[in-house]
């Protein structure tokens, strides 16, 4: 069963096939001394909802509703392509201005900075610079360029530390974005694994979507922390 499935889902688990039959969504037979047996159509079935999950990305509660139609007779349906979204914009009808949108994550035109430039457009000296690497504030690339987002990064720090926060007091701010990240890497990370260029495409969508969410709820837990500090 597994070696028919990972020809077009090459991550597929023993595991994963477990899960999915304790959520009800595919039943295998049972041999006398309790092995399991699946059938051709059981492996259809986990073809769909392993495609109906990369794909589409439709949660399993969505997938078991549509299987279970189809137990009762319904037509099995192949998994409808989603409509584009729009997410929170940075303003304009329907969005909240300074909130973040798909479109904010979009790979922009590479630029590469050296030390010297990054140093004259952030305002920043030297050693400054030197505590941001060393909390990962800022990170150049293998060639030892920076990009424009680290210009930006530099701003921010040093407008912050005319308050008296220190880089040092901000290594939780790197640690919590690397794990907002990760989180997204390891959603992704099956999609962009496959070959077909629509795959890749679709799991860029997805990165540029969540990210703008993620940034989205982040932005709005603190708009709510801050007031219960001001008590506004």
């Known amino acids: 069963m597994l070696a028919q499935l990972r020809g077009d889902f090459p991550d597929v688990t023993i595991s994963k096939i477990r899960f999915l039959e304790s959520e009800g969504l595919v039943q295998p037979g049972r041999t006398p001394s309790g092995y399991r047996q699946f059938a051709a159509a059981d492996v259809e079935r986990l073809r769909f909802v392993l495609s109906a999950q990369r794909d589409h990305y439709l949660p399993l ?127 992704v990370t099956p999609v962009y694994r496959q070959r077909d260029a629509a795959a890749k495409a679709r799991a860029d969508e997805v990165v540029r979507e969540l990210a703008a969410l993620s940034v989205t709820l982040h932005t709005l837990l603190v708009k709510a922390g801050i007031r219960g500090v001001t008590g506004g």
């Open 61 to 187: 509660k969505v997938i078991k509703e549509q299987l279970d139609a189809a137990d009762r007779g319904a037509e099995l349906p192949g998994p409808a392509p989603r409509p584009p979204r729009k997410l929170v914009s940075l303003g304009g009808p329907g969005g909240e201005r300074g909130l973040p949108s798909p479109e904010d994550f979009a790979p922009a035109r590479p630029v590469r900075l050296t030390q010297e430039e990054l140093l004259a457009q952030s305002g920043i000296d030297a050693a400054t610079l030197a505590e941001l690497q060393q909390y990962g504030l800022v990170r150049p690339g293998a060639a030892g360029f920076y990009d424009p987002d680290a210009v930006l990064v530099a701003k921010t720090v040093r407008a912050m530390t005319e308050y008296g926060i220190e880089p040092r007091h901000l290594r939780a701010f790197r640690a919590s974005a690397d794990r907002e990240v990760g989180l997204l890497e390891q959603i």
